[in-house]
């Protein structure tokens, strides 16, 4: 399905990332996966950046001395990669939440303007973020987070305008809550929470991998080639 394509996941080295950059591979993609941390993927077809997507330097130097080089295109661009401190706005340290706004919106801001560089004008070129539940249903002690989150939709929808003439979409997939490291970074008392408004979703169930899965190729396909500024939400959230 995806057999001469080069797709980028960051994010890659686990949870939904992980899955994500497997699926691309065991359909014949090109991958190129970009996490804080080392990849645990073996597929001669993976190739693996370790930085800090919270680091606009390194990204650009990524793209320019790196990427760009070795593969002189990208098809398809997952803005996967964020980080979570659920915690009271009023207790919240200061570089966390700065570390939120870094990787969770700056972050994709930056992979997405590099990523359209290499995209434009050549084959149809998809830019897919990850985003949240917690943008609609807001929960209490994620503010920062929910914020970012919501950036990101903003986000894709004017770069969908400014890469249209480019062959370039941009979309969002905001997952319900799916069971991840992620997850768990929450505390006992949130994750109470996280249950009741699982309980209380038109779906009443947390999101599994081929959910996220779906929607990816949904909007990776060529098909899609008319759906771009579009944001799905899991489960009935709305």
Known sequence: MYKDKVVLVTGSS???GLEIANHFLKHQATVIGISKGNSKIENP??????LDIGDPAAIA???STQIAKKFKRLDIVINNAAVLTSQFSMIMPIKNAVDMVNVN????????????KLMRNKEPGRIINIGSMAVSLEPVGDSIYAATKAGINT???IMAKEFASYNVTCNTLSISAIE????????EVAQVKIKEIIK???IPRQAVIDDVLNVVDFFASDRSSYITAQTIYLGGIN
């Open 14 to 16: 686990r949870g939904v």
């Open 45 to 50: 077809n993976y190739h693996h950046f370790s």
């Open 61 to 63: 130097s990524c793209f």
């Open 105 to 116: 919106l700056l972050g994709v801001f930056f992979v997405s303007r590099e990523a359209a």
């Open 155 to 157: 986000l894709a929808n």
């Open 180 to 187: 991840t490291d992620m997850l768990q970074q929450h505390s």
């Open 200 to 202: 209380n979703l038109p």
